[in-house]
């Protein structure tokens, strides 16, 4: 017996239906909802024709703000500031491992 449910999204007025894992359905009708208004609003623009072309643009703007969410949440460390935490460590191993005099 499967653990997906089936359920149905509209995306420009097109029926899809999609297996999803119990619980997620909610998450993939927002998603579904988010995308169906990213489409609407490059298809309102006028320049792009055809579902599929509508459905690659969104999916690479989509892709674009993605990775640059997840640049500005990684955490960066100066590599002077890394070599001055390699040199702590060092030196805290050191400690550990001398025995007191």
Request: hydrophobic fraction near 40%; charged fraction near 25%; proline fraction near 7%.
């Amino acid at each position: 017996m499967s653990d997906h449910s089936t359920i149905e999204v509209q995306l420009l007025d097109k029926p899809y239906r999609i297996s999803c894992p119990p619980g997620e359905q909610e998450v993939l009708r927002v998603s579904a909802s988010y995308v169906d208004k990213k489409m609407r609003e490059v298809r309102g623009q006028g320049r792009i024709l055809g579902l599929e072309r509508i459905a690659v643009i969104v999916a690479l703007n989509l892709s674009r703000e993605l990775l640059a969410l997840q640049a500005t949440q990684r955490p960066t460390l100066p590599e002077d500031g890394l070599e001055r935490l390699i040199a702590r460590m060092d030196q805290a191993l050191a400690a550990i491992q001398t025995p007191p005099a």
